[in-house]
């Protein structure tokens, strides 16, 4: 008797409720805390130091929860990785991509959570009594949260998008989309030495849930 599962039938949580999971606590981070600022956006590292102070005096509440809902979409982000990897392996994609996706998706989730906490501890009165320790909390969070997650999650895109194309599984739409998030992922490492490339970061990040909530209605069975 043949036991081995067919890899149409894969084992694994609902990819695509994965999916959407993390794409909405991070976006339920960013709602909430806006609303608890009262309209306030949180401010760039690049803004004037008077401005994020004042932001961050007025409004560690909002960062706190800010931190802990980025915290929290990490984890869906692992979850969707490991599936996505192994469904695709299962299906006789045994190829570099999937590994590269693996790493990415792991850093990404990884520098997720890390950005997470620092922007947590900015909200600490003994960090808000501290500009120094202001100010450096709140750029180490950008860095992890903004370019190192752009270009981790950029591997991510293509390690899985390169594969689909090439064994044709899905709409061709979905691997062009994953590459064209990865190329912008990482060119927005850039703003570490031009703040301009800043705009980058959004359109890797707003993008890609686009991608990964497609990829995984692509890789659903």
Request: glycine residues 10%; without cysteine; aromatic residues 10%.
């Amino acid at each position: 008797m043949n036991t081995q599962q067919s890899p149409s039938r894969q084992v694994g949580p609902p990819l695509l409720i994965v999916g959407i999971v993390f794409v909405a606590l991070f976006l339920a981070g960013l709602v909430i805390s806006t609303a608890m600022a009262g309209g306030a956006t949180y401010p760039s590292p690049f803004e004037a130091p008077e401005v994020v102070e004042r932001y961050l005096t007025a409004h560690g509440g909002a960062a706190a929860v800010a931190g802990f809902f980025q915290l929290a979409s990490a984890f869906p982000l692992l979850v969707f990785t490991a599936t996505a990897v192994h469904r695709l392996r299962a299906t006789g994609a045994s190829v570099p991509g999937t590994y590269i996706a693996l790493v990415g998706g792991v850093l990404s989730a990884g520098f997720t959570i890390l950005s997470g906490l620092f922007q947590w501890a900015v909200s600490r009165p003994v960090v808000l009594s501290s500009p120094d320790a202001m100010h450096l909390a709140h750029q180490v969070s950008f860095g992890l949260g903004g370019p190192a997650y752009a270009a981790s999650f950029g591997l991510l895109a293509a390690g899985l998008s390169v594969p689909v194309l090439i064994m044709r599984r899905g709409p061709r739409w979905v691997g062009w989309l994953g590459l064209a998030v990865a190329a912008v992922g990482m060119l927005s490492t850039l703003t570490l030495i031009v703040p301009a490339f800043a705009y980058l970061i959004p359109l890797t990040r707003f993008p890609g849930f686009i991608w990964l909530i497609a990829m995984a209605a692509t890789l659903r069975r």
